[in-house]
């Protein structure tokens, strides 16, 4: 099966692409929403939460698992990857949304290695906009380094997008407020960013607001298409675990808050019917 | 000791109160930062957390709780005080902020007991804004009938309320917008309400725009000032008590999360420098 984990729902945007490109495999979905939101919360707390979230889908039956939360990608992958994961789950993966945003971003296909130039299409300046705990950890930034050293890149937080989204406020004068208060120094100065990166699952349901507020030479990226597409590449250059995604088309959702409210506000984010259980997540040491 | 406990930083409104009141007894602060905010979390989760919060602090030595948090006191404190504290803790007191908000809502002096009529204190419209969470529950509504029965109460939920303070978002158009959003519908029928409860303890620091949206004839009540007293006169009405609840002037600061984060925001909320400790609360059963 693939694990596919965020602290909410933002990671269902994620999820919906996947299930698109390849609905053939068996899915697994978690939401830590008892705990969520990650975006502020420091670097120790970030890695306990995701690490007992990865524990709980590799214990479920996951071979691989992504982290389809932005903050947990950026503050706890790396660490979990090198540190945790060889020991404790060796057949294990665990993929984040970092790598394939920043290739994205960059211009660069599906796969791509780092120090290889790609001139042409990585000049011009860049911008992410993400949770306060996503640029504090400059995780785009480095990665970017690696593909595509000495662009500029300017990272925007945007603490409100999310309880705004959580909550219906998704359009009218205060949403757009927000959404102006937080992108307009993004695009003040004589060039504006070639593309613009929404770095945090959650900001999609932004978009219509986003675009009107975005100059129409900068192009948008949201997550879910470029992190299914890449994905997809991934597993092929991967047939070791080809196999080993399932092949049923089940789908399995799973909460740490009241499972009925959340198969309710998935069911509308996905427009298709559903049901949730609700797990507790175990420490892990 | 006396244990203070919140899901974060609003709770803080409440201690600063206390701390005027009364500096002589022992406190200590705990917030649960990294799972914070609790206001929109389900029943069973709040529930679970806040258990987990108030059985750390009895272990800690405290021998009264206050949950100064709406949430906690709406939706957890009833069943922890009839189902668990007398097997668990039976020499300890949970005291909320609910029943002493209800009072003064009404009018009332403190230690009213329900059903002794007041029948000039009590009339006239009065309102409450609070977290989804507190709202849904109707706790104020139910408080508020054992003692001014037939007294119309209008509840207002300010989802964004709780995010914008956290962020620092307490002027400008933006936070200007979602003040009158919340609060423009109860003020606009020809009566007023006589009396607007803050039911939640993070919204005193929006009280600059709140009262610029609120009628003169309204009166606005935060719920530290109001929670202090009413406290001082429990522990007046409860001798064996008072000599347990420390003499020394002492503060522990503690938090889920970042120790050296909390210490920073707590200290520029209580203007006071101070330093806190992490602990990890621990599954109660």
Redesign the interface.
């Known amino acids: 099966m693939i694990g596919v984990f965020d602290s909410g729902f933002g990671g269902l945007t994620v999820l919906d692409s996947l299930l698109q490109g390849m609905p053939e495999y068996d899915y697994v979905y978690l939401a830590d929403?008892?705990?969520a939101p990650y975006g502020?919360?420091?670097?120790?707390?970030i890695h306990d939460?995701t690490r007992e979230a990865v524990d709980h889908l590799f214990r479920e039956g996951c071979s691989v698992v992504i982290l389809a939360c932005n903050t947990a990608s950026a503050r706890a992958l790396r660490t979990l990857q090198q540190r945790w994961l060889p020991q404790a789950w060796p057949d294990r993966r665990i993929l984040g949304v970092v790598r394939p945003s920043v290739e994205a971003l960059a211009g660069l296909p599906p796969g791509s290695i780092p120090g290889e130039t790609f001139p042409s299409s990585t000049t011009g300046r860049l911008a992410v906009v993400a949770t306060s705990g996503t640029v504090n950890s400059d995780s785009f930034r480095l990665e970017l380094e690696k593909f595509a050293p000495g662009v500029e890149l300017v990272q925007q937080a945007c603490?409100?997008w999310v309880?705004?989204v959580?909550?219906g406020?998704i359009q009218g004068?205060?949403a757009e407020?927000?959404v102006h208060?937080y992108l307009d120094p993004l695009f003040s100065g004589d060039a504006p960013p070639k593309r613009l990166l929404l770095g945090c699952t959650h900001y999609p349901l932004l978009l219509p607001l986003i675009r009107k507020a975005v100059p129409e030479g900068t192009e948008i990226l949201a997550q879910g298409p470029l992190v299914a597409e890449r994905f997809a590449h991934w597993v092929s250059r991967h047939p070791e675990f080809a196999g080993r995604l399932g092949s049923q088309g089940r789908r399995i959702w799973q909460t740490?808050?009241?499972p009925d409210?959340f198969a309710r506000q998935a069911a509308c984010l996905l427009n298709t019917p559903l049901k949730a259980s609700r797990v507790n997540l175990r420490e892990v040491r």
Chains 1, 2 share one sequence.
Do not use: Q
Request: proline share 8%.
């Open positions: 929403n008892a705990r502020a919360r420091s670097f120790d707390v939460f603490p409100l309880p705004m959580e909550n406020e004068a205060g407020f927000f208060k740490t808050d009241d409210w």
